[in-house]
């Protein structure tokens, strides 16, 4: 298996010394796991994934994760903020979407 760290880290704009001030992983250690001379266990694996704003699932390569890194920055952010709104926010967020396309009117 081949985990991608290099490319979801670039995809977030952090250069490996970013990463390593955030989450305390040495430097040395980053660069053996993009290198894939090494692998992250699975704590580090979710600490990169949060930091990253990706799921573990995108950073293994899985068939949906692909789906999801095709999406662009905006429908990124609009999925991030759906799923940070409670039930009554994410049945408005759809509601204004229903609008704004032109499928509901109310």
């Known amino acids: 298996m081949t985990i991608r760290l290099k490319e979801v880290r670039e995809?977030?704009?952090?250069?490996?010394?970013?990463?390593a001030e955030a989450t305390g992983i040495?430097?040395?250690t980053l660069r053996r796991?993009?290198?894939?001379k090494n692998e992250p266990d699975s704590d580090s694996l979710v600490l990169l994934a949060d930091l990253y704003?990706?799921?573990?699932?995108?950073m293994l390569g899985s068939k949906f994760?692909?789906?999801?890194?095709?999406?662009?920055?905006?429908?990124?952010e609009l999925l991030s903020l759906y799923r940070a709104c409670?039930?009554?926010?994410?049945?408005?967020?759809?509601?204004?979407a229903q609008v704004t396309a032109g499928l509901y009117s109310d």
């Open 11 to 19: 995809r977030s704009k952090m250069t490996q010394r970013e990463v």
């Open 26 to 28: 040495p430097l040395g």
């Open 33 to 36: 796991w993009e290198q894939h």
């Open 53 to 58: 704003g990706a799921s573990v699932d995108e």
């Open 65 to 76: 994760a692909d789906k999801l890194s095709q999406l662009t920055d905006d429908e990124r």
């Open 86 to 96: 409670n039930d009554k926010g994410r049945e408005y967020m759809l509601q204004v």
